[in-house]
């Protein structure tokens, strides 16, 4: 069988490319990933291991090889389409009940994903088993994003001040509004208990906080 390599722009990785590989890995549980990948699988070990492992568990007892060379009856062969088809009724069911995030939405962590989309901009914070959608205001967002694509950058070009982020966010070129926004985005990580996203590394510089996991992948 012919070995295939799924490669990924390191640092460019969603929620939707996690389960499209998860889905190839059901096919050929014989691919190969990228390290990116397999730390972004690793964060949402939780999912993987309660719905997706079974379900490639029961796919690889019956192999191509087997359905070629007649080993399963049409009766066998019905019997494991039933059972996929349930399996996939129930990951559907578990995904829906964890609150996965949408698919365009990025991981930060394995417990945190931004969410940038029309209409629904804020965050999904994994807790107590599920994850859950706190609302941002956009500017925080934005703010968030575009740090995020600044750290594969080195020091400096991976931090902003607060006025460069004021040029950038701010229509109204107000310094106190930006630092509200950093401000509120540090007090509620410390309300959620979570990982702060967004660190101030002196004294009016901010750059993404370098211990999420999308900042550790890239080491």
């Given at each position: 069988?012919?070995?295939?390599?799924v490669k990924h722009k390191p640092g460019t990785i969603t929620v939707g490319d996690i389960m499209d590989t998860l889905e190839k890995l059901e096919k050929d549980p014989s691919m190969k990933i990228s390290p990116e990948m397999e730390k972004s699988i690793e964060s949402l070990k939780f999912f993987s291991e309660s719905i997706i492992q079974p379900?490639?568990?029961?796919?690889?007892?019956?192999?191509?090889?087997?359905r070629v060379f007649g080993q399963l009856s049409d009766e066998?062969?019905?019997?494991?389409?039933?059972?996929?088809?349930?399996?996939?009724?129930?990951?559907?069911?578990?995904?829906?009940?964890?609150?996965?995030p949408e698919k365009d939405c990025i991981s930060l962590d394995s417990h945190i994903f931004l969410c940038d989309l029309p209409g629904k901009s804020g965050l999904y914070l994994y807790k107590e088993?599920?994850?859950?959608?706190?609302?941002?205001?956009?500017?925080?967002?934005?703010?968030?994003?575009h740090l995020y694509q600044?750290?594969?950058?080195?020091?400096?070009?991976?931090?902003r001040t607060v006025e460069q982020l004021m040029e950038k966010f701010s229509q109204t070129k107000?310094?106190?509004?930006?630092?509200?926004?950093?401000?509120?985005?540090?007090?509620?990580?410390?309300?959620?208990?979570?990982?702060?996203?967004l660190v101030d590394i002196e004294e009016g510089t901010w750059r993404l906080n370098f211990e999420l996991d999308c900042c550790e992948m890239l080491g």
């Open positions: 069988m012919k070995m295939v390599t379900m490639m568990n029961v796919s690889s007892l019956f192999t191509t090889e087997n066998e062969q019905k019997m494991i389409d039933e059972v996929e088809s349930e399996t996939r009724q129930e990951r559907e069911r578990a995904e829906r009940a964890a609150g996965i088993g599920k994850f859950h959608f706190l609302k941002l205001r956009p500017m925080a967002v934005n703010i968030i994003a600044m750290r594969t950058h080195p020091h400096p070009r991976n931090c107000s310094i106190k509004t930006i630092k509200e926004r950093l401000y509120e985005l540090r007090d509620l990580c410390k309300q959620q208990g979570c990982k702060q996203i």
